[in-house]
């Protein structure tokens, strides 16, 4: 049977998708509630500090930002070949690059707390 | 012996202005740019964090510029539409199928729906909304 790398690429995009779906609406009502002045009593130092320090809390926060970084890597690619950026090659070898990058540095900062 | 295949011409950068259904394609398409920048800013956020208090506090400061906001509102935006759409698309992707009798579509998705209020009110209520 021919093997092909596209169930590699295909999985955490397929998971970052659901993690997108279920995960960033409402991260991104959390930090916007924070940017209009109504800051949730969970976004203090404390709390957000207490909850990156544990070992779950590390785990979901990486599992959430290394999968939704994959995925919109993958849709970025995706987006730019149907706007007609057809230097496929090239475009996928920058983002996918650009997800790995960003979900190492995030597993170095999660650790760092 | 001369053969003209037929090539459909198909214009690489304004294809999708054709069919109402490929803008909406397009229009999900979108989101992914969006998305993509707030997970840039959430690995940020995560810098910040580990960097100290000070840093953190100049992190959720920073958050507050007129531009931010108007980012953030994209990304809420582009965020909910992703979702909808995907939960919308999940009764496609993976039918559930019970004796000879498939689970109705509107079924599936439909719990999609209701595990994602449950999630957001969940981690509303953990991040001391209410």
């Given at each position: 049977m021919a093997k092909s790398h596209k169930p590699v690429v295909w999985f955490p995009f397929a998971a970052g998708g659901t993690v997108i779906a279920f995960f960033i609406p409402v991260i991104v009502l959390l930090t916007l509630m924070t940017a209009l002045?109504?800051?949730?009593?969970?976004?203090g130092y404390e709390r957000m500090h207490a909850f990156a320090a544990s070992g779950l809390g590390k785990l979901i926060i990486f599992g959430v930002v290394a999968l939704s970084l994959w995925s919109s890597a993958h849709r970025l690619r995706c987006t730019c070949f149907d706007f007609g950026l057809r230097a496929d090659t090239l475009v996928a070898t920058v983002l996918y690059v650009a997800a790995i990058v960003g979900s190492l540095a995030s597993a170095i900062f999660l650790l760092r707390i | 012996m001369s053969r003209r295949p037929l090539v459909r011409e198909c214009?690489?950068?304004?294809?999708?202005?054709?069919?109402p259904r490929y803008l909406r394609y397009m229009s999900r398409e979108i989101t992914s740019i969006f998305v993509g920048a707030y997970c840039v800013l959430l690995v940020v956020g995560l810098q910040r964090l580990a960097a100290g208090p000070a840093a953190w506090e100049g992190f959720l400061q920073a958050l507050r510029t007129p531009a931010s906001i108007m980012f953030q509102f994209l990304a809420l935006v582009a965020a909910v539409y992703h979702a909808a759409t995907w939960f919308n698309a999940t009764q496609k992707a993976m039918p559930v199928q019970i004796g000879e009798d498939f689970v109705p579509g509107s079924v599936i998705s439909g719990a999609h729906y209701v595990a994602w209020a449950v999630l957001s009110l969940a981690i509303l209520y953990l991040a001391g909304v209410f």
């Open positions: 002045g109504h800051v949730p009593a969970g976004l | 214009p690489p950068t304004t294809w999708y202005f054709r069919q």
